[in-house]
Antibody, heavy 119, light 113 residues
Framework: QITLMESGPTLVKPTQTLTLTCTFSGFSLSTSGVGVGWIRQPPGKALEWLAL???????RYSPSLKNRLTITKDTSKNQVVLTMTNMDPVDTATYFC???????????WGQGTLVTVSS | DIVLTQSPDSLAVSLGERATINCKSSQSVLYSSSNRNVLAWYQQKPGQPPKLLIY???TRESGVPDRFSGSGSGTDFTLTISSLQAEDVAVYYCQQYYSTPLTFGGGTKVEIK
């Protein structure tokens, strides 16, 4: 059974850097065809994909946020970390991590964590 | 970027009636090598993460009731709920994996009439 859990601060100040950790079980990020992605959802709004890291360390980013995002993996700890710099109140959202089955392009989601950006 | 446009934004359907949601892609999401459309549908209930319903445009995920079905190819796709149940009240999203950035439709809210 695949499970993912997001962790990190619930409140950050404008201009600060957000660091979120996704801890997962039920799969290995060293297995071919597997990825872990981050997606966010502002309150009451639609889903927005942020970043994706594959088993071979290939990394993809949202073009609109690429300059602010870094995604890394620690296969031995079953963790993926997302950092987002220069946070702004418009970045207030629930941040989800998700297991990607690359052959089908499908996502299996964690519960998400709400991050509020406010001074 | 591939833009997915869902319609309608919301719909209200009587219990037991059919609900139909459309998703139009700005370009084809059909992989010619596999002849598969890399388009998925998700259901999201309040306070919950999205749940996968359909992948490859028409393949139902294990455990998903058979009243949910997906159809379409290329750029035009449809999610159908054949007989709406109370527990189907949710927002539904389409998502493509033909290319990064992965993109989602804007969502369709389904309610009971």
């Amino acid at each position: 059974q695949i499970t993912l859990m997001e962790s990190g601060p619930t409140l950050v100040k404008p201009t600060q850097t957000l660091t979120l950790t996704c801890t997962f079980s039920g799969f290995s990020l060293s297995t071919s065809g597997v990825g872990v992605g981050w997606i966010r959802q502002p309150p009451g709004k639609a889903l927005e994909w942020l970043a994706l890291i594959y088993w071979d360390d290939d990394r993809r980013y949202s073009p609109s946020l690429k300059n602010r995002l870094t995604i890394t993996k620690d296969t031995s700890k079953n963790q993926v970390v997302l950092t987002m710099t220069n946070m702004d109140p418009v970045d207030t959202a629930t941040y989800f991590c998700a297991h990607l089955k690359a052959v089908a392009g499908t996502l299996n989601w964690g519960q998400g964590t709400l991050v509020t950006v406010s001074s | 970027d591939i833009v997915l446009t869902q319609s309608p934004d919301s719909l209200a359907v009587s219990l037991g009636e059919r609900a139909t949601i459309n998703c139009k892609s700005s370009q084809s999401v059909l992989y010619s090598s596999s002849n598969r459309n890399v388009l998925a549908w998700y259901q999201q209930k309040p306070g919950q993460p999205p749940k996968l319903l359909i992948y490859w445009a028409s393949t139902r995920e294990s455990g998903v009731p058979d009243r949910f079905s997906g159809s379409g190819s290329g750029t035009d796709f449809t999610l159908t709920i054949s007989s709406l149940q109370a527990e189907d009240v949710a927002v539904y999203y389409c998502q493509q994996y033909y290319s990064t950035p992965l993109t989602f439709g804007g969502g369709t809210k389904v309610e009971i009439k």
